[in-house]
């Protein structure tokens, strides 16, 4: 008889999925609070620019919506499982119609739902690496097979590539758009031609506010296109979890069956509906975040040692052109900037710099300056 809560769980994991065993575990970025106490620092002093969230916050109105939730009629009672209100809402937004939408926290749930609707053990999930960790994650959860196909120095897809990738076994295409970390969009020729494969394309725009050009209005006319959508980015609500994804209404209708009835919470509901009536003030906002990226891409072009990339997003992909951009990553967590590294291929002598508000990017500059080089060793700059 096993004794220990350990030797207990060695017991219980014989009955888990192997292959849940061994997969790699998503890398999330590290809370603010945990942070600055692990280096020291006062939370006030951190600049975060390491996640791709909106340091403008929430809108003033999704905030008034929060705050007038009614205890009594609000926290303590179920959410709409049918999402009518925010159903509704959306299709105001999207111009999509509300039976094509579905909502969940964050658009990692429609993710997870898309991969568990349309996933059986061993089918095959096509990746356009590097792109946005999630996709493997999910394929791994899901017992699917992981095809990674590497796209273009430029960061373009390899279309041909993908199209020798696809066979009977293929079940969903996933195509960040802009791409997530390196900044660019899908041409509209390269997605017909995923569409034209026939296999579930998911085309993921968590950007897209910060460029234009959604293809939601193509989802009415193809059965195998499927748009998710955020609002943790223009919207400011990463913290409470909200995206949606709009779909072909057989497929909607499905999710609307399989997910947790009441995974769309009643603060995300109301954080929804009142920041689309506030799109005005936030899409103000993204503007300026359009702007702020164009104005720190120039100032990252005047640092010796690095190379900022095209932007469509709210952060800028830049390469490391002399000393280890995991070092140089380091050196700027100790002085209180969060940058993001991934340390994988392609991406290892990189790192992407989420847009804050202009005072970020002067003090980011500054220490980037004051820097002279990147660092080459461990130690170096700290
Ligand atoms: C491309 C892409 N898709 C989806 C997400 C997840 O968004 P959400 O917060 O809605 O789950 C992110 C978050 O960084 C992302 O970069």
């Known amino acids: 008889?096993?004794?220990?809560?350990t030797t207990m769980s060695y017991g219980l994991l014989r009955y888990v999925r192997p292959e849940l065993l061994r997969m790699a575990h998503y890398e999330p970025v590290e809370p603010v609070e945990v942070a600055a106490?692990?280096?020291?620092?006062?939370?006030?002093?951190?600049?975060?620019?390491?996640?791709?969230?909106?340091?403008?916050?929430?809108?003033?109105?999704?905030?008034?919506?929060?705050?007038?939730?009614?205890?009594?009629?609000?926290?303590?009672?179920?959410?709409?499982?049918?999402?009518?209100?925010?159903?509704?809402?959306?299709?105001?937004?999207?111009?999509?119609?509300?039976?094509?939408?579905?909502?969940?926290?964050?658009?990692?749930?429609?993710?997870?739902?898309?991969?568990?609707?349309?996933?059986?053990?061993g089918d095959h999930v096509i990746d356009l690496v590097p792109t946005f960790g999630m996709y493997v994650f999910t394929a791994a959860v899901c017992g699917g097979a992981y095809v990674p196909v590497p796209r273009?120095?430029?960061?373009?897809?390899?279309?041909?590539?993908?199209?020798?990738?696809?066979?009977?076994?293929?079940?969903?295409?996933?195509?960040?758009?802009?791409?997530?970390?390196?900044?660019?969009?899908?041409?509209?020729?390269?997605?017909?031609?995923?569409?034209a494969l026939g296999v579930p394309v998911v085309v993921d725009e968590a950007y897209i506010e910060f460029s234009?050009?959604?293809?939601?209005?193509?989802?009415?006319?193809?059965?195998?296109?499927?748009?998710?959508?955020?609002?943790s980015k223009w919207a400011g609500l990463a913290g409470l979890r909200a995206g949606y994804g709009v779909m072909p209404r057989p497929l909607a209708d499905l999710l609307m069956a399989i997910k947790p009835p009441y995974n769309i919470n009643v603060a995300a509901e109301a954080?929804?509906?009142?920041?689309?009536?506030?799109?005005?003030?936030?899409?103000?906002?993204?503007?300026?975040?359009?702007?702020?990226?164009?104005?720190?891409s120039a100032l990252l072009a005047s640092v010796p040692f690095l190379r900022p990339r095209p932007s469509a997003a709210n952060f800028i992909l830049c390469d490391v052109t002399a000393g280890d951009a995991g070092l140089l990553r380091d050196a700027l967590r100790a002085q209180g900037i969060f940058t993001r590294y991934f340390g994988r291929d392609g991406l290892r002598d990189k790192i992407r710099?989420?847009?804050?508000?202009?005072?970020?990017?002067?003090?980011?500059?500054?220490?980037?300056?004051?820097?002279?080089?990147?660092p080459r060793e461990l130690g170096q700059s700290r």
Request: hydrophobic share 45%; net charge negative.
């Open 1 to 5: 008889m096993e004794s220990t809560g």
């Open 37 to 121: 106490a692990r280096l020291g620092i006062p939370p006030e002093r951190i600049v975060k620019l390491d996640g791709n969230e909106n340091l403008y916050g929430p809108s003033p109105r999704a905030l008034a919506a929060l705050a007038a939730l009614h205890p009594l009629h609000g926290y303590n009672i179920y959410p709409d499982p049918d999402q009518l209100r925010v159903r509704a809402a959306l299709a105001e937004y999207t111009g999509a119609a509300p039976d094509c939408i579905v909502a969940g926290a964050g658009s990692d749930e429609l993710i997870d739902l898309l991969a568990r609707a349309l996933l059986a053990p």
């Open 152 to 195: 273009h120095d430029d960061f373009s897809v390899d279309v041909p590539a993908v199209e020798a990738a696809v066979d009977e076994r293929t079940k969903l295409i996933f195509v960040a758009s802009p791409n997530n970390p390196s900044g660019n969009l899908l041409p509209r020729e390269d997605l017909d031609r995923l569409l």
């Open 212 to 231: 234009g050009g959604s293809v939601v209005p193509l989802v009415a006319d193809r059965d195998n296109l499927i748009v998710i959508r955020t609002f």
């Open 271 to 296: 954080a929804i509906v009142a920041s689309l009536e506030d799109r005005e003030l936030l899409l103000e906002r993204v503007a300026r975040i359009v702007a702020e990226r164009e104005r720190l």
């Open 353 to 374: 710099i989420s847009v804050g508000l202009p005072e970020h990017s002067d003090r980011l500059l500054a220490t980037l300056h004051a820097m002279g080089e990147a």
